[in-house]
């Protein structure tokens, strides 16, 4: 089954703790990235990247990084997390050039 | 900046009716528009998508309508059904940057 999977679902963490959410996909595709859902703001790209080693600032980076070292797995790290990056998280796949995207289940993500 | 927007932040309808959720957006440059649907505590799903070069997109109960004049995109659900209640993001593709509008809320009554 084609999936992008996002672990942890659920975390609270404190201030300054540094976290990373994985993102695995299963599909082969190219392109992953990462987005942020806040009330009223939609979903707003984090950061990208189009193929291994390959990465790209979104609209939001700051206060967040990415790698890609290889080409299933695209983990988001908050170094050094503080409350407004509280939010919801999703992790989302594509084939480079394709048009349908896959996303995860979703991780959400508190800040205290 | 450029940006992509729903212009209703909610719709109700009646279950069995015929809905219509607008979006505007302002970069003309974007080569994909696509509609997602998000359903409560999930991740978004694609419903339809639709090129710049087309106007009008059918799928199951689904029709994409986009006017590139006035840079308006809609999506129309034919015969909403309880289980099309959900978020409804419009979402641009350009140079593989996706950008999405902040979503309509949609809420199908019995």
């Known amino acids: 089954e084609a999936q992008v999977t996002q672990n942890p679902r659920y975390l609270i963490t404190v201030t300054g703790k540094k976290l990373t959410v994985t993102c695995s996909q299963n599909?082969?595709?190219?392109?992953m990235s990462w987005y942020r859902q806040d009330p009223g703001l939609g979903l707003r790209q984090i950061y990208y990247?189009?193929?291994?080693?390959?990465?790209d600032k979104g609209d939001v980076p700051e206060g967040y990084k990415v790698s890609r070292k290889e080409k299933r797995n695209f983990p988001l790290i908050l170094e050094s997390p503080s409350p407004n990056q509280t939010s919801l998280y999703f992790c989302?796949?594509?084939?480079?050039?394709?048009?349908?995207?896959?996303f995860g289940e979703g991780s959400w993500l508190t800040v205290v | 900046g450029e940006s992509v927007g729903l212009h209703l932040p909610t719709l109700s309808v009646q279950e069995g009716d015929n809905s219509i959720i607008n979006c505007a957006y302002s970069?003309?440059?974007?080569?994909?528009f696509i509609w997602y649907k998000q359903e409560s505590g999930k991740g978004p799903q694609f419903i339809i998508d639709i090129r710049s070069n087309m106007d009008k997109r059918q799928g199951q109960r689904v029709t994409v309508l986009l006017n590139k004049t006035v840079k308006h995109l809609s999506l129309q659900i034919a015969a909403t059904q309880p289980g099309d209640s959900a978020v409804y993001f419009c979402?641009?593709?350009?140079?593989?940057?996706?950008?999405f509008g902040a979503g309509t809320t949609v809420t199908v009554r019995a």
């Open positions: 599909m082969n595709h190219e392109y």
């Open positions: 990247s189009m193929n291994v080693e390959v990465t």
């Open positions: 979402a641009e593709i350009n140079d593989y940057k996706l950008s």
């Open positions: 970069n003309s440059a974007s080569d994909y």
């Open positions: 989302a796949s594509s084939l480079v050039g394709g048009n349908t995207i896959y």
